[in-house]
């Protein structure tokens, strides 16, 4: 995916964004410690995804989730336990996305010398993708509409449509047939 760097020294945190921060860290905590399907869960999920589409959810344990702003979420998208979302380059999940538990959604990198500045790129994870337990996305990565990226896999470039992915680093081993999705 074409797309521009975005470059933030963690240095030069200004008052609102380590506001934001602890305002993060708080929700999460909350959330991990309430049973999920009761209307304090979905308020404590609106929060720190405001926007979130109708009909999604997010399991908890949520490990963490940082610059949740940066996070939409569209509409029947399931994200299981103990997702890992680094957000600072802006994560966008379309509708009807499964995401297995212990996925780590990456858009942010350290500078190899000067490793106060993050290197963000965002991620798109297209319409009905299926991301499988355990799987790495990496920065600056679209992974296609109704791809499939396999249990483990490290994602380090973009995914095509209907593609199935497996591997460190992921590779297409297979090509799913279109006609058969609605």
């Not at 600072?88 to 990198?109: C, F, K, M, S, Y």
């Amino acid at each position: 995916m074409e797309c521009d760097e975005i470059v933030v020294n963690m240095w030069e945190m200004t008052e609102e964004a380590l506001q934001e921060y602890k305002r993060e860290a708080e929700l999460i905590f909350r959330l991990n410690q309430t049973m999920p399907g009761t209307a304090e869960y979905q308020d404590i999920l609106n929060g720190l995804f405001p926007g979130m589409g109708e009909g999604s959810t997010v399991r908890n344990p949520l490990i963490t989730v940082a610059h949740s702003s940066g996070v939409h979420i569209g509409k029947n998208v399931f994200i299981n336990a103990g997702a890992v979302l680094m957000a600072r380059g802006g994560i966008t999940i379309e509708d009807d996305v499964q995401i297995a538990a212990n996925v780590q959604i990456l858009t942010n990198n350290h500078d190899p010398y000067h490793r106060e500045i993050l290197t963000c790129k965002p991620v798109l994870i297209c319409k009905g993708a299926w991301i499988g337990a355990g799987a790495s996305i990496m920065p600056g990565v679209r992974v296609g509409k109704y791809a499939i990226v396999g249990t483990s896999a490290v994602v380090t470039k973009d995914v095509p449509d209907y593609a199935v992915v497996v591997g460190m680093p992921a590779k297409v081993i297979k090509m799913l047939d279109p006609e058969k999705f609605n």
